[in-house]
């Protein structure tokens, strides 16, 4: 008999983020209270905020591997020249 198992591939998350223009990096989400805990890498400090404003005004930031696709290097070389 073969062996039928499946293989999942997990899905990369998105951790960083830009919240007010500043870079934010998630650390724990509370669906039932409906608030978001945050790290701002800039200042160094946590910050508690509201899930449907973090929803609102977050924008993207960018993996390294796919600033390594955009600059057309490796990803390790990308760390070097940012």
């Known amino acids: 008999m073969s ?7 997990a899905k990369r998350t998105k951790t960083l983020w830009f919240l007010n223009g500043e870079l934010v990096k998630k650390v724990h989400i509370s ?6 805990t945050l790290f701002n890498i800039n200042t160094r400090q946590r910050m508690l905020v509201p899930l449907a404003e ?13 600033t390594a696709k ?11 020249h940012i």
Do not use: P, Q, W
């Open 70 to 80: 955009l600059l057309n290097l490796h990803r390790k070389l990308s760390l070097i």
């Open 31 to 36: 669906r039932a209270a409906g608030m978001i």
């Open 54 to 66: 973090f929803k609102k005004k977050r924008r993207r930031s960018y993996l390294v591997s796919e």
């Open 3 to 9: 062996d039928n198992t499946l293989i999942y591939k």
